[in-house]
Nanobody, 124 residues
Framework: QVQLVESGGGLVQAGGSLRLSCAAS????????MGWFRQAPGKERAFVAG????????NYADSVKGRFTISRDNAKNTVYLQMNSLNAEDTAVYYC?????????????????WGQGTQVTVSS
């Protein structure tokens, strides 16, 4: 089992920044690819960003490319999502996820463990 706890969400004005953190426990963190997803009201949960086990490869949804950065610190068992130039369309609950294996994963079914989510609200 892997336990994931997100933090760092909140209310921010359009154009602002937030950094989300996800602390993992329970298994060897570096054995897992990590990802961030988000779910806006009335919409499906959607991929935002993914990172491989070592942090050397990343992947982003087109809607966040150039604005969001995913990173990880295996020594701290933590994955981060730096979000810049936020806009109202980024408002959602953000979920951290862990998927067994070393390569980047972009599909929900590839992830076995999920956090409880953290709310991000961007005011325009």
């Amino acid at each position: 089992q892997v336990q994931l706890v997100e933090s760092g969400g909140g209310l921010v004005q359009a154009g602002g920044s937030l950094r989300l953190s996800c602390a993992a426990s329970g298994r060897t963190f570096s054995n897992y690819a990590m990802g961030w997803f988000r779910q806006a009201p009335g919409k499906e949960r959607a991929f935002v960003a993914g990172i491989n086990w070592s942090g050397t490869n990343t992947n982003y949804a087109d809607s966040v490319k150039g604005r969001f950065t995913i990173s990880r610190d295996n020594a701290k068992n933590t994955v981060y999502l730096q979000m810049n130039s936020l806009n109202a369309e980024d408002t959602a609950v953000y979920y951290c996820a862990a998927g067994r294996g070393f390569t980047i994963k972009t599909m929900k079914y590839e992830y076995s463990y999920w956090g409880q989510g953290t709310q991000v609200t961007v005011s325009s």
